[in-house]
């Protein structure tokens, strides 16, 4: 009997090979129990696992072509400049939402600094380049944490008129997210508060061209954002939900949203980001 709650494929794929890329066969696909290393220059590319394939505008070879396009020299300068300042800075308590436990790392239970929170070089590069391809008007973030990760979403609507990002934190250090992703796009903002009300700051004709999830990475909350979202996210649009190592939790959310059948496309990046392409 096929476990339901498993992905198999997904335990077959290193993330530091280079894999023959393919298609799940059954729409369940893949384990991420535990992250696939993260490739580092020069090295071998990131996995993806395919688990829909019936968009017209997207397949393998444009979905790969856009996770390794290379980021702009100049981008990528402020970006390593941000985290090296926010590095000094020192631990916040996390969100009492988060039951004072996620996300604890040497700062201890309860408390993140900026490198707890900043999603990498590595998978910076991957979110940009999605974000990018979508051609989005209006990108929102759920989660926006120290910053970083909004900066490389702020950085796909620099030259593009009238797109911007919206990003929610709903801890107090918004105002360092705030601080980081002027420095990309000043027209880019980070709300404090809770995602559940990002309605609240969009026009009513607005429609969601990217779509990032990184907050809270478990099944219920997950499903929460996810839901709000579908009715504003435009014809052609992605959403992209970080961390489906977290938990098992995390992962039967992704899963809930694939069996949906909102989206014409759907992969998982390196067991990390699970990408859902409308269109």
């Known amino acids: 009997m096929t476990d339901t709650k498993a992905f198999p494929m997904m335990d077959e794929i290193p993330g530091d090979t280079n894999p023959p890329e393919e298609a799940p066969t059954t729409p369940e696909a893949a384990s991420a129990e535990a992250p696939a290393p993260e ?21 393998r070879a444009r979905f790969r ?8 020299a100049e981008v990528l300068s402020v970006i390593a400049h941000r985290r090296a300042v926010l590095r000094h800075y020192a631990p916040h308590p996390l969100h009492g939402s988060y039951g004072g436990n996620a996300h604890a790392g040497r700062e201890g239970p309860g408390m993140v600094s900026s490198d707890t929170l900043a999603i990498s070089p590595a998978y910076g590069a991957v979110l940009h380049n999605l974000a990018r391809a979508a051609d989005p008007r209006l990108i929102v973030e759920d989660g926006a944490g120290f910053g970083i990760s909004s900066m490389y979403l702020a950085a796909a609507t620099r030259g593009k008129e ?3 990002l919206i990003s929610f934190e709903i801890s107090e250090y918004a105002r360092l997210a705030q601080a980081s ?11 404090q508060g809770d995602f559940a009300g990002f309605a609240r700051q969009l026009a009513g004709t607005a429609q ?24 504003w996210m435009a014809p052609k649009s992605m959403i992209v939900v970080d961390d489906l190592s977290y938990s098992e939790s995390a992962r039967e959310g992704f899963r809930a949203m694939m ?18 392409i409308k269109g």
């Open 181 to 191: 992703v002027v420095l990309i796009d000043p027209g880019s903002r980070v709300v």
């Open 39 to 59: 490739p580092k220059a020069g090295a071998a590319r990131f996995a993806v696992t395919y688990l829909r394939e019936n968009s017209a505008t997207w397949d």
């Open 259 to 276: 069996r949906m059948e909102h989206h014409d496309f759907v992969c998982i990046v390196n067991k990390r980001f699970g990408v859902l």
């Open 65 to 72: 072509k856009v996770i390794e396009k290379p980021l702009d």
């Open 208 to 231: 969601i061209g990217f779509a990032f999830i990184d907050a809270m990475h478990e099944k219920d909350a997950l499903l929460r954002s996810f839901k709000s979202l579908v009715g």
């Open 162 to 164: 009238g797109s911007t």
